[in-house]
């Protein structure tokens, strides 16, 4: 069972169309992350969200923390070609204070022009 | 150019057959960890070091041992591997929030 369930795992859309990708759990987290990973490279960090109800706005995508630490979405906006990837969300529950960090299985998005 | 890098990328090996793989960082992070990374289940944390000398377990630390003598490297070894040990592996490094994460490497045990 995984800490972090992400959803949808796949995603294939149309150039200009949004998005939501959900990550949840039942435990409550110290920070959640988002990250990017292209094919044959390692995840890259998009953002941090720290504080509960905390919205967080990189150009077209938009990160919302939930009120009670549990769970995060990653939405995105007039989705383009150059956003297909796989994303992760990540988090550290407070006890291990960002030394054990926890991964959702990821959603493949792919955005076709 | 502030990187992690994981020696080798690529690697075919055949069960009980020690190997060793390496993992550098130029930034001076205190912090490293390693994952693999399976279809369907995301990265899980195998190892992580806090320091020099201060090692511990993630998730998935069966099968595998590492050491850190030294700032700079982190070493993933698999003193006997095992096909169930076939996946893509991940070195990474923290400074504060953000981890940085090498290459890969892809690991195929026989």
């Known amino acids: 069972t995984q800490l972090l369930e992400q959803s949808p795992q796949f995603l294939s859309i149309q150039e200009g169309e949004n998005l939501t990708v959900y990550c949840n759990s039942s435990?409550?987290?110290?920070?959640l992350q988002w990250y990017r990973q292209e094919p044959g490279e390692g995840p890259v960090l998009l953002v941090t969200?720290?504080?509960?109800?905390e919205v967080k706005k990189l150009k077209r995508l938009t990160f919302q923390f939930g009120d009670a630490r549990k769970d995060s979405s990653l939405h995105i906006t007039a989705a383009q070609p150059g956003d297909t990837g796989l994303y992760l969300c990540?988090?550290?529950?407070?006890?291990?204070?960002?030394?054990?960090?926890?991964f959702g299985s990821g959603t493949k998005l792919n955005v076709k022009p | 150019e502030a990187q992690v890098t994981q020696n080798p990328r690529y690697l075919i090996t055949v069960t009980g057959k020690k190997l060793t793989v390496t993992c550098s960082q130029n930034?001076?992070?205190?912090?490293m960890s390693w994952y693999r990374q399976d279809p369907g289940l995301g990265l899980r944390q195998i190892y992580y070091?806090?320091?020099?000398?201060?090692?511990d377990k993630g998730d998935v630390p069966e099968g595998y041992k590492v050491s850190r003598k030294e700032k700079r490297n982190f070493p993933l070894i698999l003193e006997s591997p095992s096909p169930n040990q076939t996946s893509l592996y991940f070195c990474?490094?923290?400074?504060?929030?953000?981890?940085?994460f090498g290459p890969g490497t892809r690991l195929t045990v026989l």
């Open positions: 435990s409550v987290f110290s920070s």
């Open positions: 990540a988090g550290s529950p407070p006890l291990y204070n960002f030394n054990k960090f926890y």
């Open positions: 070091s806090m320091n020099v000398e201060v090692t």
């Open positions: 930034m001076n992070h205190e912090y």
């Open positions: 969200v720290v504080t509960g109800g």
């Open positions: 990474a490094s923290r400074l504060n929030n953000e981890q940085f």
